[in-house]
């Protein structure tokens, strides 16, 4: 089997990290696409005011901003063009889909991340594993 085009999902954490790394060595021996994708979690519903609603809002792009802005860099570093997304939604069942219908040959994703469900309801490593159709690379 050959990887010619792999989806690796980051988060800023340092599980999140080591599967990057790993994805960019798979990367750079494949010769493949490499493609990152940051999952944006909900805003918090227990706000009490639009002004609280906004400067979380704020500080999550500057977040995701950040992530991006790294992972490119540290992608052009190695020669690799890096396609990026932040897209909202649940992290496990984003992955999956997005694997599905951009034709992913293979998934990279950390061992733990930033996710709460990582810790109460079973990791999103664990979910991606069971459910995509191609090939997952769980790093630890």
């Known amino acids: 089997m050959s990887f010619r085009k792999i989806l690796v999902a980051i988060d800023g ?12 060595e798979l990367t750079k021996l494949a010769g493949a696409e490499l493609h990152a994708l940051a999952v944006e979690g909900r805003l918090p519903a227990y706000a009490a005011t639009i002004g609280e609603v906004d400067e979380v809002k704020r500080e999550k792009d500057q977040f995701f901003e950040t992530i991006v802005r790294l992972a490119r860099d540290e992608a052009r ?32 994703v950390g061992y733990k991340g930033h996710f709460l469900e990582d ?22």
């Open 77 to 108: 570093e190695e020669g690799i063009d890096l396609h990026v997304e932040v897209l909202p939604g649940h992290p496990a069942e984003l992955i999956v889909r997005h694997a599905s219908t951009g034709g992913f040959d293979l998934v990279v």
């Open 13 to 24: 954490s340092p599980g999140g990290q080591n599967a990057f790394e790993t994805a960019i």
């Open 119 to 140: 810790y109460l309801l079973g990791s999103t490593a664990d979910r991606v594993a069971h459910h995509a159709t191609c090939p997952v690379m769980i790093v630890k």
